[in-house]
């Protein structure tokens, strides 16, 4: 399962540039709801330009309970790991 | 051929230097960018016009007030927390992106021949419409509760004068007053949002009118953080009282002329009285022959697009969104999604499976935020909530997370409204 979540987030990372503009992946563009990078809050940072493996491992840490939250936690155990990385990814390249 | 010189004849006829501009540009666009239109300039559609503008659709937003005045956090101001003016918003950031904004009002809607007249006589054809009429508030559900009724008994369940009205009210109110409020069955906009209201009011009764009570009058059983608002209210504000369905809180009947309002078993006499009526959809919803029987828009889950009329989307709080109820939040997360499906759809693109998060914040007191939260996806044909997640607060948590959730509900009201209209 792990091999074929890999090729998946090839794949998008292969088609990223041409989509980078316009696609959000699944459950993307949500976030900027709260996360938007013109408010300077740092009780809510914003995600644009963010490392993709610090979003990665954030939201796991969310999801298991590793990192305290308030909403953070319920939101995360809402997506999968693949659209995780595809959100991660997306973000850092804008 | 036959748009164009209809566009020249309404041009004549129009006074209105906006909208000459705006059919000025029509026929050009026709030629090269796929038209949408817009209608409602709320967080829905005034999110919805911008992102599609991003992705290079040529977008006419229909709004007719010059400013919008935001729900979320006019209960603060109800309390005298904040002033109206923080809920004020206007459409010139919007207008700078290139999306042109017409002030009017909608007389009609044609879906067959996709075009939109608007009531100063101009006319806008489009390929796809984006409707994000919001709610209208039912004045013939309730007997005895009309348009003029809500100048003495404000529901302020529409941010403005009615919430000046109301605030007006309470601090007119003698010490040793009672404020009744009346809460309607689901479905309507905002459902934590009485309960947020009543603890507001509390605070301020608590705060300013100590000797005063406030009752709440409900049509429900249930609602929205229910256990999270009564384990705040005990210890907070023992002058609030529920009265739920079950109990007699469904009011049948209101008086106006004695303030009272009416329930099967009592009847309510009122110093301040908020009666939040049952509400449906919008009325450009009914004109354009999207709502059905219940009064609000069925739709596809992936594309927002009705199931009534096709190419025409519908965002917001009109529209039936399944698990997501009617917020703010929910309504931008739906504009998003819905602007990059009718791009996608405008190309000739498959739209992709949709996944979006609601998250709402209520204040008990200024200090103290409460949250729900959830994440939703496409499932047999509507929007279900994704299994395992969302959730409200914890029900033990300790005053510094009462206090964080307070702040967060703060900055998310700063950057909804920054991606929104700033």
Known sequence: MRTAGTIVTCLMALAAPAAAQSAAPAGASSCSGCHDARIASPAIPPLKGRPAPEIVAAMEAFRNGGREATVMGRIAKGYTDDETRAIAAWFSQR | MRNASLDRRTLLKS?????????????????????????????????????????GVAVT??????????????????????????????????????????????????????????ADGGRLDYDRLVLAPGIDLRFDALPGYDEAAAQTMPHAWKAGEQTTLLRRQLEAMDD?????????????????????????????????????????LDA????????????????????????????GGKVTEVDVKEKTLVTDFDRHKADVANVIPPQRAGLIAQLAGIADRSGWCPIDPVTFESRQQPGIHVIGDACIAGGMPKSAFAANAQAKVCAAAVAGLLRGETPVQPKLINTCYSLVAPDYGISIAGVYHPANGVLADVEGAGGVSPIDAPPSFRALEATYADTWFQTITTEVFG
Request: overall charge positive.
């Open chain 2, 15 to 55: 006074a209105a230097a906006a909208s000459a501009a705006t059919l000025l540009h029509a026929p050009a666009l026709a030629q090269s960018a796929p038209r949408v239109t817009v209608i409602g300039g709320g967080f829905a559609g005034a999110t919805c016009a911008r992102e599609l503008k991003r992705s």
């Open chain 2, 61 to 118: 937003l229909v709004e007719p007030n010059a400013t919008y005045t935001a729900c979320p956090f006019s209960n603060n101001v109800l309390a005298g927390l904040r002033p109206l003016s923080a809920q004020e918003f206007g459409y010139d950031a919007i207008r700078r992106d290139g999306v042109t904004v017409a002030q009017q009002r909608t007389s009609s809607i044609d879906p067959q021949a996709k075009q939109v007249a608007l």
């Open chain 2, 176 to 216: 040793g007053g009672t404020v009744v409020m009346s809460a309607p069955a689901n479905p309507f906009r905002c459902p934590p949002g009485p309960y947020e209201r009543a603890s507001l009011i509390a605070h301020y009764l608590k705060t300013q009118k100590p000797r005063s009570k406030l009752i709440i």
């Open chain 2, 220 to 247: 429900k059983d249930a609602f929205s953080k229910q256990r999270l608002f009564q384990n705040a209210w005990t210890p907070l504000y023992p002058n609030l009282e529920w009265i739920s369905l079950s109990s």
